[in-house]
């Protein structure tokens, strides 16, 4: 006959085939322990990927608005037209009508090329509302050969930006015939435009968004070919005829 096994010989064999057959809670603890940093550590990463992809998406959006604002502008008020006074009481050539603060400017000019619009129209383009929050508004109305501007608050307006803050208007230029400068004639950049009936050269207009300063747009102002003293055509569409 074979001899019985001891007692603790048989324990100790059954903690052996226990250990085998699965985990102990210690190590089931440690499992998911790093079972749950892997975990918040892939979320973590998710989330700032979430977060980066959106700071992208909102910068190419407001690129995309600078450059078409800018564009626009470029085109809107780089054409200034001038005009003759239909008043008789009022000799003379073509007159620029054009004024400018230091947050607002009003022009006559061609309207950029859009579907069933075009031709001469009042122009004007300033800050309103409320500060902070105010928005960036082009006014327009069409010109009817009268000398002054429009009742702006009965325009049709469009929103270029929301939430500036810091719009200011600045203008630079020399008079046409640069042999005689007045004496009292501005030098260098002028907030707003001093000067009545008159063109500056250059227009610089800077504004800001919550998400920072807006690059300064110059602006050329060039009259137009039909507002040139040898000109004596007029404007159907945004062409001399």
């Known amino acids: 006959m074979s001899t019985p096994l001891p007692p603790s010989v048989i324990a100790s064999a059954a903690r052996q085939s226990i250990r ?6 210690i190590e089931v603890l440690v499992v998911m322990s790093l079972l749950s940093m ?4 892939m979320i973590s990463a998710l989330r700032s990927m979430a977060q980066t992809e959106s700071r992208v998406d909102e910068r190419l959006q407001r690129n995309d608005q600078m450059r078409v604002v800018n564009n626009f502008l470029r085109q809107a008020l780089g054409r200034v037209e001038a005009v003759k006074s239909t008043d008789p009481n009022t000799p003379g050539g073509p007159r620029i009508q054009f004024a400018a603060d230091a947050n607002s400017v009003n022009w006559l000019g061609i ?6 619009v075009g031709g001469r129209y009042f122009f004007r383009l300033s800050s309103e509302g409320p500060e902070p929050g105010s928005a960036l508004v082009l006014r327009y109305a069409p010109w009817a050969m009268q000398t002054a501007f429009p ?3 009965q325009s049709e307006s469009h929103v270029l930006a929301k939430d500036i803050s810091e719009f200011k208007v600045e ?8 042999q005689s400068i007045p ?4 030098r260098g950049w002028q907030v707003g435009w001093p000067v009545k009936d008159a063109l500056p ?8 968004d919550p998400k920072g300063a807006w690059p300064p747009l110059v602006i050329v102002l060039t ?7 040898s000109s004596g055509g007029f404007v159907i569409g945004g062409s001399a005829r």
Not at 20 to 25: A, C, E, I, K
Not at 183 to 186: A, F, N, R, Y
Not at 201 to 208: F, H, K, M, P, V
């Open 20 to 25: 085998q057959l699965g985990f102990t809670l």
């Open 38 to 41: 892997v975990m918040l550590a």
């Open 223 to 229: 009259p137009t070919l039909q507002s040139q003293p």
């Open 201 to 208: 050269q250059r227009l610089r207009l800077t504004w800001a």
């Open 111 to 116: 309207m950029p090329a859009r579907h069933g």
């Open 151 to 153: 009742d702006w608050t």
């Open 183 to 186: 004496s009292d004639w501005p």
């Open 171 to 178: 203008a630079e230029g020399l008079p046409r015939a640069i």
